[in-house]
């Protein structure tokens, strides 16, 4: 193909991969896990206040860094979607122009369910690890492995658990194989990042997701592992699940094909993958040490596993080699179908996102934000952050008694009482305010002078937690 040809080419397939996610990002309404990250940033005063609301994140602070310029420069909500966009467009751009692959593979990649959606749509501290695992992993195939190289690694180890996990294995592995062994002070100053992230994740108080060793020995993790392995490799949405976007045709019944399928495409990648000794051994250690996270912790969600897939990536590109076991037409096939698979289960969740809203949150801000400026409360423990976010002000959490944005882990939140709800209420007699509930609920006994007024059920998205009916209270004349 002609240069002018190829760059033609390579041009649409990243602007097709970057209109994808921008359909996405534009249809999806934030949810409590984007929103939460969001509310914890514009709500921190200051970096002492931060560093105090991180205490039970669970996560580095590189994510939550970022977006403090957004939200302190008085950015709507919907910036952070922007900029988690670029981060997954850029991605892209990577893959299409600097990845060593044929140009179908790249094709596929980009318009893989993750790359477009995952993590792209729903923006968490995900994409701008993947961004930095792929920059890694051509740094490693063009030879350089210097400061850059270095700082990228630094980096990538404040993004997440898993960014974390696989830094510090892949650092240790370097370090024993003399040919790809660093200059000590480098391997010391990245080993001390990874240190960092995991002193930032630990929880400070017992939280429900903190790690617990006495998993390893139940077969419930393990299973569960395996569904969400599965849920990775063949991520085509099931329209039934109650999460559709987290769950896969193959796992809608529970069993050996849930349960299995997983672990089997994951060895069929060890031994197929065209990858050098030192590239197989790094993607089994890395894929450990992902998979660890979701087998200490109660965490099911396809999210957490996979990186795995992109790990396959980063090695392909980075240590390239031959198969362990040699099959020349059938591995290509098998690979190029997983990929395809990927396609399908893009384009499936997409349409169900334009179909059925992923949240209800943003219909039930603009809903309040139509009506006078009142406070609001907020029923339901886990509507609060997302509202907050669209709304660009705390709300009433009854069951805090006090006004609120982000989510506090520990003690583990509630829903609040009738009683709580009735006494958020009381508080805002003489100005009247806005409730927010499930649907199909009633305000409870309103204080004497009080005058509901229903505007609106919002209901129908996938995220049946952020299903609202809202009601204006108002004082009586």
């Known amino acids: ?20 996610i921008g359909l996405n990002v534009g249809v999806h309404a934030l949810w409590l896990d984007e929103a939460h990250a969001w509310c914890l940033v514009r709500d921190s005063v200051s970096l002492t206040d931060f560093a105090a609301n991180m205490a039970n994140e669970g996560h580095p602070w590189l994510w939550h860094a970022m977006l403090f310029p957004l939200a302190h420069l008085g950015a709507p909500a919907w910036s952070m979607q922007v900029l988690h966009a670029v981060i997954a467009s850029a991605t892209c751009a990577l893959i299409v122009y600097r990845a060593p692959f044929p140009y179908i593979v790249r094709l596929l990649l980009v318009c893989g369910y993750f790359l477009v959606f995952e993590y792209a749509a729903l923006s968490r501290n995900y994409a701008i690890g993947v961004l930095l695992l792929l920059l890694a992993a051509d740094l490693v195939h063009r030879g350089r492995k210097g400061v850059g190289y270095t700082v990228v690694l630094v980096l990538l180890a404040q993004t997440h658990l898993w960014a974390a996990s696989v830094v510090a294995v ?17 391997t010391i100053l990245v080993l001390l990042s990874c240190s960092i992230a995991f002193l930032a994740i630990l929880p400070q108080d017992q939280v429900a997701y903190a790690p617990d060793a006495s998993r390893l020995m139940e077969s419930a993790p393990w299973e569960a592992l395996g569904r969400q392995l599965t849920k990775v490799f063949v991520p085509i949405p099931d329209g039934q699940a109650l999460q559709p976007w ?8 529970e069993g050996p094909v849930a349960n299995w399928t997983g672990y089997l495409i994951w060895l069929v990648l060890v031994l197929t993958l065209p990858l ?10 890395g894929s450990l040490a992902v998979m660890a996270f979701p087998l200490l912790a109660p965490f099911e969600a396809i999210r957490y596993a996979g990186p795995v897939l992109l790990l396959a990536v980063a090695v392909c590109w980075s240590y390239p080699g031959k198969a362990w076991l040699h099959l020349p037409r059938l591995a290509p096939a098998m690979l190029l179908t997983l990929l395809v698979v990927q396609v399908v289960a893009a384009v499936r969740i997409s349409w169900m996102c334009i179909e059925r809203p992923f949240s209800m949150a943003r219909q039930v801000s603009l809903a309040i934000e139509a009506g006078p400026d009142l ?10 952050a997302s509202l907050s976010a669209y709304l660009g002000r705390p709300v009433h959490y009854p069951e805090r008694g006090t006004f609120g944005s982000f989510c506090i882990w520990y003690p583990r939140p509630f829903d609040p009482t009738g009683e709580q709800v009735g006494q958020a209420i009381l508080t805002h007699a003489e100005t009247g305010c806005f409730l927010v509930t499930d649907p ?15 505007l609106g059920t919002f209901a129908g998205g996938m995220l049946a937690g952020e299903d609202h009916a809202v009601f204006l209270l108002r004082p009586v004349p």
Do not use: C
């Open 440 to 454: 199909g609920e009633t305000p409870p006994a309103l204080p004497q002078g009080l005058h509901p007024t229903h």
């Open 375 to 384: 406070p609001v409360v907020v029923a339901g423990y886990d509507a609060g």
């Open 276 to 285: 050098s000794a030192r590239g197989r051994i790094r993607f089994v250690a």
């Open 170 to 186: 892949w650092a240790l592995l370097a370090a024993a194989f003399p040919g790809d062994r660093p200059p000590v002070g480098r």
């Open 1 to 20: 193909m002609k240069p002018g040809h190829r760059l033609t080419r390579d041009l649409l397939t990243w602007a097709i991969a970057t209109l994808w």
């Open 246 to 253: 987290n769950s896969s045709l193959l796992t809608r019944n």
